[in-house]
C-alpha cells in the first residue's frame, strides 16, 4: 500500500466521521490541512500534514514505510495523538473511533476501494 493510499483511507474515515457522527471543531480543522481536493496534483492543502502522516507510518510500519491494511488503525491512532499531543482535543474523536465497532469494516471498504 501506498503512503497516498493511507493518507486517503485516513483522510476519508475522518471525513466520515466528521459528517455522519459530529462536527468536532478541531476535526475539522485537521480535515481541512489534509484536503486533497484543495490543490492540482492531490498534494494536501497543508503540506506539513503530509510529513506528519509519514512521521506515523514510519512509526507504526518501520523506517521502510511499508503499510499493510493491518497498520492502517495504529496509524491512524498515531496520527490522532499526534495532534492532540499539540493541543488539539480530540479525545472523544479517537475514543469514538477505538470504540467504533464497523471501524475495520469501514477501513477494509476503503481499501477496496483505493485498490
Known amino acids: 500500500m501506498t503512503k497516498q493510499q493511507v493518507f486517503r483511507m485516513i483522510y ?8 455522519n457522527v459530529e462536527e ?7 480535515l481541512s490541512g489534509m484536503n486533497l481536493d484543495t490543490f492540482i496534483g492531490g498534494a494536501p492543502a497543508d ?15 518501520g523506517s521502510d514505510g ?11 491512532f498515531a496520527f490522532l495523538e499526534m495532534y492532540r499531543a499539540w493541543g488539539y482535543k480530540l479525545d472523544r474523536v479517537i475514543l469514538t473511533l477505538k470504540n467504533d465497532p464497523n471501524l475495520d469494516r469501514d477501513l477494509e471498504q476503503y481499501t477496496v476501494q483505493e485498490e
Open 12 to 19: 476519508e474515515t475522518l471525513k466520515n466521521y466528521y459528517f
Open 24 to 30: 468536532d471543531d478541531y476535526l475539522g480543522q485537521l
Open 47 to 61: 503540506p506539513g500534514v503530509w510529513e506528519e502522516l509519514n512521521q506515523c507510518i514510519e512509526e507504526v510500519c
Open 66 to 76: 511499508i503499510a499493510t491494511v493491518a497498520h492502517i488503525k495504529p496509524i491512524l
